[in-house]
């Protein structure tokens, strides 16, 4: 199965249930590794953000930390009985390298793309990075940061 467009505001993104395959190689931080590791997610789902002008789309990722069942998010989406309500606790993120300032551990994150956020969501997007759930120490370490780490990653990154 191929992903399903929605709009959000002004905005198009392809979005893609759990195990559903990209249909092409979008532009951005993508790895395929990464991407397979994904598609299974419990507390995210991939979305392409279309960008018409530019002939592309980005890679990004919905992350919701506060429970919701995204198996019957994806079950309404295919149907379609999606809702941009339904998407209310989601916040956007980026898969990125990052390095712990204390151990200089490299580590792989969801960092929270703030911009994305606030073009999809509007004026909810405070709201929503106020109320979500961040990694807020560094894993190896335990140190205490202030990256914007919506979940840590522990598949390679693709070459």
Known sequence: MDGQNLRFGEWEVRYFPAGAPLSFRPAGNFGESEDRFLARHERMRRVLLLLPRWRQAAYYLLHWSDGSDLSVL??????????????????????????????????????????????????????????????????????????????????????
């Not at 606790?89 to 151990?103: Q, S, W």
């Open 74 to 159: 994806d079950e309404l989406i295919t149907t379609g009985q999606g809702d941009p309500a339904y998407f209310s606790g989601a916040v956007v993120g980026e898969m990125r390298g990052i390095t712990c300032l204390e151990c200089h551990g490299i580590l792989r994150v969801v960092a929270y793309e703030n911009v994305v956020t606030s073009l999809l969501f509007g004026a909810d997007a405070v709201r929503r990075s106020r109320t979500h759930s961040f990694e807020r120490s560094c894993r190896v370490c335990q140190s205490p940061w202030t990256v914007s780490a919506l979940e840590f990653c522990d598949v390679p990154p693709s070459p």
